[in-house]
Nanobody, 122 residues
């Protein structure tokens, strides 16, 4: 599975961006999908998750501003980011986690995609 995030860019504070994460392979619909954020010089932090059944969860810092969604028909994960703040600046990466049947055995997988840079100016 390959994941590629795109859609980042430069935006003013208060603006919006929509990030996308395109997945190759046939496991997307069964995967729990996540977005992470890494600010310059800091560790990578959880932003949002959407389960294979569509349940969502968010970091407190983005609740009410960001919305995670998925389109299984297009093998694509989205992150709609509204009311952006300078502290949202950083690289956003997507992650796919799940299990796949390999013969008679269920095997876990955990794939990360290359990130996309978001810069929010004050």
């Amino acid at each position: 599975v390959q994941l590629q995030a795109f859609g980042g860019g430069l935006v003013q504070a208060g603006g919006s961006l929509r990030l996308s994460c395109a997945a190759s392979g046939s496991i997307f619909s069964g995967s729990n999908m996540h977005w992470y954020h890494q600010a310059p010089g800091k560790q990578r932090d959880f932003v949002a998750t959407i389960s294979s059944s569509g349940g969502t969860n968010y970091a407190d810092s983005v609740k009410g501003r960001f919305t995670i969604s998925r389109d299984n028909g297009k093998n694509t994960l989205y992150l709609q980011m509204n009311n952006l703040k300078p502290e949202d600046t950083g690289v956003y990466s997507c992650r796919a986690v799940g299990v796949v049947k390999d013969g008679g055995t269920w095997r876990p997988y955990d794939f990360w995609g290359q990130g996309t840079l978001v810069t929010v100016s004050s």
